[in-house]
């Protein structure tokens, strides 16, 4: 007689948004990387965040938002509209930023291989400090975009999505398109480094914006 093994269905966490948790039935893929990829102005950063505002208002579960595009006192006075104090967040240790943006009055030159090593050090003292379960890294294009070597992004990119996950936290990793039917992501190879991948819309038909997400690659559920 054949023993069967029985292994425990993958958790989801709630994202606080309603109907994406009730397509996705019950939300992100605990302990995974999730890539959302989208055009401009299709709702990436608010919906990173609100990934994590829901996890601390209504499961206590602590977050960390790396941004490598907007300013973090930028965030905060853009997320006060949504009713999320992210000020208070981190006064209460609950949440914090690990701002990688770029300071405007320097000029970034690329020269020979780029690690980013220093900065997942950030991200995993930021994840220990907070005892964090959930990550938004908004976003992959803004670190990437001025090195022309595909072979080190995607190298890079891997080692972002294998430290996420050595860390132990549930990851979101947001990436550009430039097109709302076109490639994935811009690079071409974001899509291959996630255990997850999903698609925003802003489509404009007849005058009309019209929002969708796809799920495009939801592994092993």
Same mark, same amino acid.
């Given at each position: *007689? *054949?023993?069967?093994?029985?292994?425990?269905?993958?958790?989801?966490?709630?994202?606080?948004?309603?109907?994406?948790?009730?397509?996705?039935?019950?939300? $992100?893929?605990?302990?995974?990387?999730? $890539?959302?990829?989208? &055009?401009?102005?299709?709702?990436?950063?608010?919906?990173?965040?609100?990934?994590?505002?829901?996890?601390?208002?209504?499961?206590?579960?602590?977050?960390?938002?790396? &941004?490598?595009?907007?300013?973090?006192?930028?965030? @905060?006075?853009? *997320?006060?509209?949504?009713?999320?104090? $992210?000020?208070?967040?981190?006064?209460?240790?609950?949440?914090?930023?690990?701002?990688?943006?770029?300071?405007?009055?320097?000029?970034?030159?690329?020269?020979?291989?780029?690690?980013?090593?220093?900065?997942?050090?950030?991200?995993?003292?930021?994840? @220990?400090?907070?005892?964090?379960?959930?990550?938004?890294?908004?976003?992959?294009?803004?670190?990437?975009?001025?090195?022309?070597?595909?072979?080190?992004?995607?190298?890079?990119?891997?080692?972002?999505?294998?430290?996420?996950?050595?860390?132990?936290?549930?990851?979101?990793? &947001?990436?550009?398109?430039?097109?709302?039917?076109?490639?994935?992501?811009?690079?071409?190879?974001?899509?291959?480094?996630?255990?997850?991948? *999903?698609?925003? @819309?802003?489509? $404009?038909?007849?005058?009309?914006?019209?929002?969708?997400?796809?799920?495009?690659?939801?592994?092993?559920?």
């Amino acid at each position: *007689m *054949m023993e069967q093994a029985t292994k425990s269905p993958i958790q989801k966490l709630p994202t606080g948004i309603g109907s994406f948790d009730v397509i996705s039935k019950g939300g $992100l893929p605990r302990n995974r990387t999730t $890539l959302l990829s989208g &055009t401009a102005g299709s709702g990436k950063t608010i919906f990173a965040m609100q990934f994590l505002a829901a996890g601390i208002r209504d499961a206590d579960e602590h977050g960390v938002f790396v &941004t490598f595009e907007e300013s973090a006192a930028d965030i @905060r006075t853009n *997320m006060r509209s949504f009713g999320w104090d $992210l000020e208070r967040w981190e006064r209460e240790g609950k949440f914090t930023f690990v701002d990688a943006s770029p300071d405007p009055g320097v000029e970034v030159v690329e020269s020979g291989a780029f690690d980013l090593g220093a900065l997942l050090a950030r991200v995993e003292h930021a994840v @220990r400090r907070v005892g964090a379960t959930r990550v938004s890294v908004d976003s992959l294009g803004a670190v990437f975009s001025q090195f022309s070597d595909q072979s080190v992004v995607r190298r890079e990119l891997f080692r972002i999505a294998s430290a996420l996950k050595g860390i132990g936290v549930t990851a979101l990793l &947001t990436a550009e398109r430039t097109d709302d039917y076109g490639p994935v992501a811009r690079f071409g190879v974001e899509e291959f480094i996630a255990d997850n991948v *999903m698609v925003l @819309r802003n489509v $404009l038909e007849n005058e009309n914006r019209r929002r969708t997400i796809e799920i495009l690659k939801f592994r092993g559920t």
